[in-house]
T-cell receptor, first 116, second 114 residues
């Protein structure tokens, strides 16, 4: 039973436009959410995170939105650049109850392709 | 800035052979993890450790053993490799933080079992 779902295996976006990657979760104990970016043959790298006490967090071109009532989060990339082409993983943690020691639960990833 | 280092990067095993993947982190992190990534499956937690001398099972622990004899090292062992263990393995580490545990990953170890 998947607790973190990324329903779009791939997404094509034109360079310069906005990329929106979506993620849904089912576990109401999750209170900390992260996005990771992964290039082929490399390990995932941390991109941006958000705590459940917020509904938005911004870092440069990247913004994460959290809708707790819908158990949904999204990552917005504006403007999209060719270097953004990668697989993006959504991840979640039950920080308050688990302390984060038992790691993160990941979605299956969305392959973002930025087209010139 | 080594961060999390995994060895070996690539390995081919025959069914039934054993091997150990080594992970080292230089960030003085308390927590360490082993994940595997398979096509269409995302990252799944195999085992984790919250400190030296402690280990715990994750989502997919069967067929693997781990040891954390030193804080900076986390070893993943396959006692009798099976083709189903063909995968990319990622070691990761983090420190306990009330604001949120960001996990830092190594570059991966590609394992093929034939």
């Amino acid at each position: 039973d998947q607790q973190v779902k990324q329903n779009s295996p791939s997404l094509r976006v034109q360079e310069g436009r906005i990329s929106i990657l979506n993620c849904d979760y089912t576990n109401s104990m999750f209170d900390y959410f992260l996005w990771y970016k992964k290039y082929p043959a490399e390990g995932p790298t941390f991109l941006i995170s958000i705590s459940s006490i917020k509904d938005k967090n911004e870092d440069g071109r990247f913004t994460v939105f959290l809708n707790k009532s819908a158990k949904h989060l999204s990552l917005h990339i504006v403007p999209s650049q060719p270097g953004d082409s990668a697989v993006y993983f959504c991840a979640a943690s039950a920080l308050l109850t688990g302390g984060g020691a038992d790691g993160l639960t990941f979605g299956k990833g969305t392959h973002l392709i930025i087209q010139p | 800035n080594a961060g999390v280092t995994q060895t070996p990067k690539f390995r081919v095993l025959k069914t039934g052979q054993s091997m150990t993947l080594l992970c080292a982190q230089d960030m003085n992190h308390e927590y360490m993890y082993w994940y595997r990534q398979d096509p269409g499956m995302g990252l799944r937690l195999i085992h984790y450790s919250v400190g030296e001398g402690t280990t715990a099972k994750g989502e997919v622990p069967d067929g693997y053993n781990v040891s954390r004899l030193k804080k900076q090292n986390f070893l993943l062992g396959l006692e009798s490799a099976a083709p189903s263990q063909t995968s990319v393995y990622f070691c990761a580490s983090s420190r306990p933080q009330r604001s949120g545990n960001t996990i830092y990953f190594g570059e991966g170890s590609w394992l093929t079992v034939v």
